[in-house]
C-alpha cells in the first residue's frame, strides 16, 4: 500500500513535471532575441532601444544576441533553426525577402512567424558638398546621360535597389547609374567625400553627421512622405520621381511558433513600442516607428518580397 | 577646442579612469610573468571590453599594453627571460646591470625610457593623426587598396626572422581571409556548405588563437628552470643623473619608435631592436653594448613604448593596424560602432581625442605602477607556470565564445591555436598571418571596387597623384629586398 501510494505519487510528479512547459505561463524564462547584424549598427540599436521596454512589458530579461556574417545569412539561419517556443526570437530585417531570390540561402518570410515591423529607415539621395548637383532633378538628368555611380551597400542590397528603383521610377534603366558595393553606409560616404562615387542612396541618418561637417549634401529622402527629423528635406514625389524605398526592421521568430505566445508575444511587443520611451529614443536618432503587426506585416513583407524580385531580375542578380 | 574639451569629460570619468587603473595593473602584472606578452594581454581584455563603453573599452587596451610592454622588462632584467619579445633587444644590458648588485637600476631606467618614449609616441599620435586624418578623407577605393598592398608587403618584408617564412605566413593569413561569403559577388568560397562559416573565420577567436595558446601548449611541453630573483635597492637612486647624461637616447629612441611602429606590420619588437641598433653606432663606446651598457637600454626602452603609440596613426587614420595590438583594435573599434578612418575624426572627434587622453594617462601611470612592481615583482616571478597556464586556457576558451555567442568560436580559437603553435615552433612569425587575416578583406574589395568604377581598365590604381605616390612606394618595397639579393650576389662574384 504504502509502496503503490509513494509510485503514485511519483507518477503524478513525473506526470506535472513532464507538462510543465504547457502549463506554465509563457514566459517563465529570460528571451533571447539574435541580432544578424553588428553591434552598434542600425539593426542593433533599433533592437537594444526596443528590448527595454519589451522586457518590461513581457516581464523576462531579454538577451539581445549578435551573430554577424555572410551578410545576415549566419544570423538568420540561426534565428530559423531555433526552437519555436517563443524563447528566442530575432532581428529580421528586409534581405529575408530576398535571400533567395538572389540564390545565397534558401531563407524566406515563410521561414518565419512575423510579429511586426519596428522601424523603417528610409534611403535617400546625398551628393559631396563639391559636386555641382543641387536637386533630384538635376542628379537624374545628368545619371540619363551617363558616368555617374552610386553606393551605399552591398549589391542587391537595399540601398543598391532604391537606386535602381528611382531610376527606373524616372524612366531610365535600373542600371542607369552604376552600383559600386560598399560594406555600410560609412565607406561608401568615405569614397564620396573622396570623388569616388557620385551618389550615395543610403539612409539621410546615416548621411547627417558628414552633412552637418560640410562634406556632403543631402538632397532627398526616398519616404512618402517628409520625415520629422529632415523637415528641409524633400521627398522624391515632390520631384515628380514617384519611387519610394524603406530599410526595415522587424521582430520575428522562427516558423511554428503556436498561436498562444505568438499573441503574447505581439500585445507585448505592441505596448513595449508604444511606450514613450521606445518611442523617443528612436525618434531622437531620426528613425521612423512603426508597428504594423503580425497580419499586416507578413503581407507587406510578401509584396515587399516581389518588388525585389522584380528589380533584382531588371539588375541581372536573380538566380 | 570643444571636441578636446569635451573629450577630458569623457576620460575623467570615474569608470574610465577605474577601467584604466585596473587594466594597467593587469597589464604591468601579465608583462612581469615570463611568457604572457602584452599582445596576448590584449587578445584575453576583448572579451571583457565587450561590456564596456567605447572610451573605457579603448582605454582599457591602450593602458594594458603600455604597462605590459614595459613590465616585460622586469624578468628579462632579473633573469635574463624577456617577458614580451619587445624587451629582447637589451635583455643582456639589463641582466648584466642587474647582476652587478644593482637589479632596481636597470628597472629604474626601463621604467622613465618607457614613460618618456610612449609620451613622446602620444604627442606625435596627437599631432599627426589628425593632420593625416584631414587628408585622408580623399582617399578613396584606389587609395586604399595601395595602403593595405603597402601594409602587407612591409609585414611580410620588415617582419623579424627570414623574409621567405614571412611570406609564408602572411600568404595563410590571406588565404583565411578569402573564407566565407566574398563581400562584392556574395559567392560563398571555402565554405563546405557550413552556415558557420560564410560568415567568414571570426578575426577575435582566430587572433586568440594564435597569440594565446602557443605559450600554453608550450608551457605543457617545456619545463624553465627554476632561478631565485635578486632584491631590490631604493628605485629612484641615480635615476636623474643618468637621465640627464643619456637624454639624446631617450629622445631618438622615443622618436624611432614612434615612427617604425606606424610603418603597418613592424611593432614594438623590431622598433626595440632598431633602436638598440642605433643608439650602438652612434655611441662612443659600442663595445660596451651586451655588457651592462645604459643607452642600449634606455633608447630601446623608450623605443618600444614609442612604438606602441604610433602604431595606432594608420590603425585610426586608414584602419590599417600598425601592429598586432592594433590589428584586435580594429576588431574592437567595429564592435562598438566606430569604424576606422578618416571619417571618425569628422564624427566623433571627442572619442579620439579622449582616446588619445586616456594613452597619456596611462603612460603618466607607468611611474607609480613602475616603482610598485619593481618592488613586487620578486614574488611575481616565483609563481610556477603551473598556476597561470590553466586559467590562460579558461581565458581563451570564454573569450573565443563570447564573440559570437557560438561554440564554433571555440572550435575557431582551438585550430588556430595549433597552426600558431605549428607556426613558432618552426620559426614562422605569426604577426603577418594576423595582418593578412585583417587586411586581406580590404584589398580585395578595395581591388574589385576599383575594377568595377574603371570597367576593368587597370590604368585607374595610377590616375589620381596619391595613388600614384603610393603604388610607387609599393613597387620600391618590393624591389628592395630583390635589389639587397642582387648586389651580394655581385659582391660575391667579384670576390671569387
Sequence with gaps: MKLSTLTLSAVAAFAAFGTNPVLAEYPERPVTVIVPWGAGGGTDTIIRI????????????????NRTGGSGVVGHSAITHSRADG?????????????????????????FDLVSRLAEIPAGVTVSADSPYNSVQEVVDAAKKGGLSASGSGLGGPWHMAIAGMMKSAGGDVNTVQFIPSQGGAPALQDLVADGISIFSGSPIEARALASAGEVKMLAIMADERSPAFPDLPTLKESDVDWSMSNWFSLCAPAGLPEDIKVKIETAAKKAHGSTAVQEALAQRGITPVFDGSENFTTFAKGFASEAKSLLTDLGLAK | MSAIAEAFVLVTQPEVIVT?????LLGIIIGAIPGLTAVMGVALLVPITFFMDPVPAISAIAALAAMAIFSGDIPGTLLRI???????????????????????YALGLSMISACVGGVIGVLL????APILARFATNFSSVEYFWLALLGLSCAAIISAGSKIKGVLSLLFGLWVATIGIDAVAGQPRFTFGSIELTGGVSFIPAMIGMFALPEVLRNITARAKKQEPPTMGPV????????RKRWRNLLRGGLTGSVIGALPGAGADIAAWVAYAIAKRRSKTPEKFGKGHDEGLIEAGAANNGALSGAWVPTLVFGIPGDSI??????VLYLKGLEPGPIIFVKTPELVYAIFFAFLMANLLLIPFGWAIIKASRHLLRIPPAYFAPVVLACCIVGSYAINNTAFGVLTMLVFGIVGWLFEENEIPIAPA???????????FNFVTSMLKSQGDIAIFFSRPVAAFLGVCVLFVWIFPVFGVWRRRKIKGVRT
Excluded: W
Excluded at chain 2, 592594433?326 to 576588431?331: E, L, M, N, S
Design chain 1, 50 to 65: 526596443f528590448a527595454i521596454g519589451f522586457e518590461e512589458a513581457l516581464g523576462q530579461p531579454i538577451n539581445v544576441v
Design chain 1, 87 to 111: 524563447y528566442t526570437l530575432g532581428a529580421c530585417t528586409s534581405e529575408i525577402t530576398y535571400f533567395d531570390t538572389i540564390g545565397l540561402a534558401p531563407i524566406t518570410p515563410e521561414s
Design chain 2, 20 to 24: 584604466i587603473v585596473v587594466a594597467s
Design chain 2, 82 to 104: 624577456p617577458g614580451t619579445p619587445a624587451s629582447a633587444a637589451y635583455v643582456d644590458d639589463g641582466h648584466a646591470i642587474s647582476k652587478s648588485g644593482r637589479p632596481e
Design chain 2, 125 to 128: 599620435l596627437m599631432t599627426a
Design chain 2, 236 to 243: 629612484f637612486r641615480g635615476l636623474g643623473t643618468a637621465m
Design chain 2, 326 to 331: 592594433t590589428a584586435i583594435v580594429i576588431g
Design chain 2, 434 to 444: 594576423i595582418l593578412g587575416l585583417v587586411l586581406g578583406g580590404m584589398l580585395e
